[in-house]
């Protein structure tokens, strides 16, 4: 048996281990239990952040829903976002026109254009 698959739990040790592999095992175990007291550490601080949010009213609380500043805060967005987007449909439609009136008076250039050549050939 490999003290590998001792550690990872994929055997149990029928018999004694010598004091170096002992050792082994115990400085694993021991750098696992800091491992998982350093993630325990670091999930307790975000719980008392996401506590300490919610009571201030600027996070999504506990179940996963969003406070109510959090909801007023959407809400003035996508009506900022409305208000900006009519006002980009308005402008689009003003271009809008704006190239077709300039479009005709491309067409009646042209035509005077073609009008004066002709004269201008028949001289």
Known sequence: ????????????????????????????????????QEELRLLSEHMNHLKE????????????GHTEN???????????LQVEYHELLRELHNLEEEDR???????QEKLIC????KQLKKL
């Open 1 to 36: 048996m490999k003290l590998f698959d001792y550690l990872t739990g994929k055997t149990e040790l029928a018999h004694p281990l010598c004091k170096a592999c002992a050792d082994e095992v115990i400085n694993k175990q021991e750098q696992m239990l800091r491992i998982q």
């Open 53 to 64: 949010g919610e009571e201030k009213g600027w996070c999504v609380n506990s179940n996963g």
């Open 70 to 80: 959090n909801r007023n805060a959407a809400t003035d967005a996508d009506d900022k």
């Open 101 to 107: 009136a300039l479009d005709h008076k491309i067409t």
């Open 114 to 117: 073609e009008e004066k050549e």
